[in-house]
């Protein structure tokens, strides 16, 4: 019953190889993020889609193409990818947009690209 | 620019010492502030947020528009509260966008 699922949890990988991250939530939001906290911690927005729209787009290259099929899940694919890519990528969840509700986050994903 | 400033990384406390995690912010407008903690091996989640003007597990944060800070305090420190804590920002009210500080690890010790 685990609210947000992200698949897989680590990922390692070569440079220059393209690969996915799975996300689904069911807790019935409708909004749905990706965050790249990056290895000082800093945690920083990619995307936001609001029932399956894209809302947010933080200048993230486009080698990071999210894809959302129903507004339960939101996957991330990344082509190409580069050693700068390597970083914990988290999904979350809300019901109401970040500025008045709360979000919910997935475990987060270690990408490492070797 | 709209920013999130912690200037600590890394705050320890032995158990009993009040604890007061510093974040200052950037942002011209009335701003909807909020602290995120993660335990280890838990998920990232709301402590708490300046609008209810709550207290969670001890902890208060009070939103100080002239001195642009929203500090997390806690009287008593548990050991239990050793944790990464998030200062975030959500520059408009309805908005999808949410601006972490680079987090303070609190570390309390027995």
């Known amino acids: 019953d685990t609210a947000v699922s992200q698949t897989p949890k680590y990922l390692v990988t070569q440079m220059g190889n393209d690969k996915s991250i799975k996300c689904e939530q069911n807790?019935?939001?409708?909004?749905m993020y990706w965050y790249k906290q990056d290895s000082k911690k800093f945690l920083k927005i990619m995307f936001s889609?609001?029932?399956?729209?894209?809302?947010i787009n933080e200048t993230v290259p486009n080698r990071f193409s999210p894809k959302s099929p129903d507004k339960a899940h939101l996957n991330l694919h990344i082509n190409s990818l580069e050693l700068g890519d390597s970083a914990v990528y988290f999904c979350a969840s809300s019901l109401a947009g970040a500025g008045t509700g709360e979000l919910f986050f997935g475990e987060g994903s270690r990408l490492t690209v070797l | 620019a709209q920013r999130v400033t912690q200037p600590e990384k890394l705050l320890s406390v032995f158990k009993g010492a009040p604890v007061e995690l510093k974040c200052n912010y950037s942002?011209?407008?009335?701003?909807?502030l909020f602290w995120y903690v993660q335990y280890s091996r838990q998920r990232l989640q709301l402590l708490l947020r300046h609008i209810s003007r709550e207290s969670i597990k001890g902890f208060t944060a009070d939103l100080n528009k002239g001195e642009t800070s929203f500090h997390l305090k806690k009287p008593f420190a548990q050991e239990e509260d050793s944790a990464m804590y998030y200062c975030?920002?959500?520059?408009?009210?309805?908005?999808?966008?949410?601006?972490f500080g680079t987090g303070t690890r609190l570390q309390v010790f027995p």
């Open positions: 807790l019935g939001h409708d909004t």
């Open positions: 975030a920002l959500a520059p408009l009210r309805n908005t999808d966008k949410l601006i």
């Open positions: 942002y011209s407008g009335s701003p909807e």
């Open positions: 889609y609001n029932n399956k729209e894209l809302i």
